[in-house]
Structures are given as structure tokens and as C-alpha cells.
T-cell receptor, first 112, second 110 residues
Framework: KAGVTQTPRYLIKTRGQQVTLSCSPI?????VSWYQQTPGQGLQFLFE???????NKGNFPGRFSGRQFSNSRSEMNVSTLELGDSALYLC???????????FGPGTRLTVL | QQPVQSPQAVILREGEDAVINCSSS?????VHWYRQKHGEAPVFLMI?????EQMRHEKISASFNEKKQQSSLYLTASQLSYSGTYFC???????????FGKGTLLTVNP
């Protein structure tokens, strides 16, 4: 079966701009979660969606937002980009909120 | 709350054993273990459920001590392919948010 796909894979933006990242989960998976990964900080939880509803949110500023569509695809948006937003953004999908996560390859965001 | 992993890094020779620990300050429903190789996405290894049994993935096994809210990952007779960063993730409380520790970098040398 096809895995989790994320687009784009690489992105370069400048401070102040906004960006939208996309995630297509494994077919049949209804839960999608997003993580920010930076060196030394591990995987920081951003938010999780299940059946188009945000179930959990991490400790990130309101500039970070997301949504999930009826086909379970998800997007996350970061507005007014800052240098510190440079990171690998990983999307993970799962059958349910309690089951194992399958991670996508990530989107590498660089903010200049 | 983020689980705490130890050690932060470990270097082994092929064939040696290692233990990675994960502890939480809150009551846990489950513990997840993942391995991430450099430049790749994290890959699922196993889930340990509250009240469940010890799990195994090839020569890697894990246990979950509910009383101490701790989990340990045991790597036996390590292989070069075991190199990578190991993350534990925990689910506890009233929701299913999976929170990861900062990871343990495991390096296996020939």
C-alpha cells in the first residue's frame, strides 16, 4: 500500500512569509498528526486531527494552524515565518488515535 | 509532558547489547518505540499497552513497568543496521496525544 506522502519535500521561504504544507495519509487512516523536528529537540507535537476535528494541540503559537479534509488529507499553515521555524515537519497517519503512527518523509522548511 | 529518555547516546560494537530507558511523570496508557535513521522518517518498532505483555521486533524487545511509568528497549546482539536515533512516545491522560522524548542516538560499529 502507498505510504504517507508529503508535499513539498523542500521549501525555502523568507521571514514574514507564510507557508502551507500538505499531507496525504495512508488509505483508510483517519487520524493525522504533525510534528516539528529540530536538532536536539526531538519530535515536538504540533496538532492532531481525527475525522476533520482537531483533537489535540501542542504548545506552539497561533501562527501554526492546520486542518483536515473529508478525505483525511491534511494541511498545516505557518504564517509570519520566523528564522526559528526552520525545521523538518513530519506528518504521521494512523488508523485510530491510539494505534501506531506511520510517518511521511517530511517537508524540510528553511526560513531565510 | 515530554517523556525522558536515557542515555542520550550510546556507542556499541557489533554483537553487544544495549538498553534504552523511557520514563514519564504521568500515568500512561501506552508506550510507542520508533527508530529514525539519518535523513529518513521515523519507523515504528512496537507498542506496549498498559496491562500488556512484553513485545519483540526481531532481536529488539521492550517492557513496560506500569507502576513506575517506565519502559525499556532491549537491543540484543546489535547489528550495524540498528544504528539510528530511537524515540519513545507516550500516550497518557484523557487524550491520545503521542508525545515523544528527545531520542537516544545509537551507533553500532563493526
Amino acid at each position: 500500500k502507498a505510504g504517507v506522502t508529503q508535499t513539498p519535500r523542500y521549501l525555502i521561504k523568507t521571514r514574514g512569509q507564510q507557508v502551507t504544507l500538505s499531507c496525504s495519509p495512508i488509505s483508510g487512516h483517519r487520524s493525522v498528526s504533525w510534528y516539528q523536528q529540530t536538532p536536539g529537540q526531538g519530535l515536538q507535537f504540533l496538532f492532531e486531527y481525527f475525522s476533520e476535528t482537531q483533537r489535540n494541540k501542542g504548545n506552539f503559537p497561533g501562527r501554526f494552524s492546520g486542518r483536515q479534509f473529508s478525505n483525511s488529507r491534511s494541511e498545516m499553515n505557518v504564517s509570519t515565518l520566523e528564522l526559528g521555524d526552520s525545521a523538518l515537519y513530519l506528518c504521521a497517519s494512523s488508523l485510530t488515535e491510539a494505534s501506531k503512527r506511520e510517518f511521511g518523509p517530511g517537508t524540510r522548511l528553511t526560513v531565510l | 509532558q515530554q517523556p525522558v529518555q536515557s542515555p542520550q547516546a550510546v556507542i556499541l560494537r557489533e554483537g553487544e547489547d544495549a538498553v534504552i530507558n523511557c520514563s514519564s511523570s504521568k500515568a500512561l496508557y501506552s508506550v510507542h518505540w520508533y527508530r529514525q535513521k539519518h535523513g529518513e522518517a521515523p519507523v515504528f518498532l512496537m507498542i506496549l499497552l498498559k496491562g500488556g505483555e512484553q513485545m519483540r521486533h526481531e532481536k529488539i524487545s521492550a517492557s513496560f513497568n506500569e507502576k513506575k511509568q517506565q519502559s525499556s528497549l532491549y537491543l540484543t546482539a546489535s547489528q550495524l543496521s540498528y544504528s539510528g536515533t530511537y524515540f519513545c512516545g507516550t500516550i497518557g491522560g484523557s487524550n491520545y496525544k503521542l508525545t515523544f522524548g528527545k531520542g537516544t542516538l545509537l551507533t553500532v560499529n563493526p
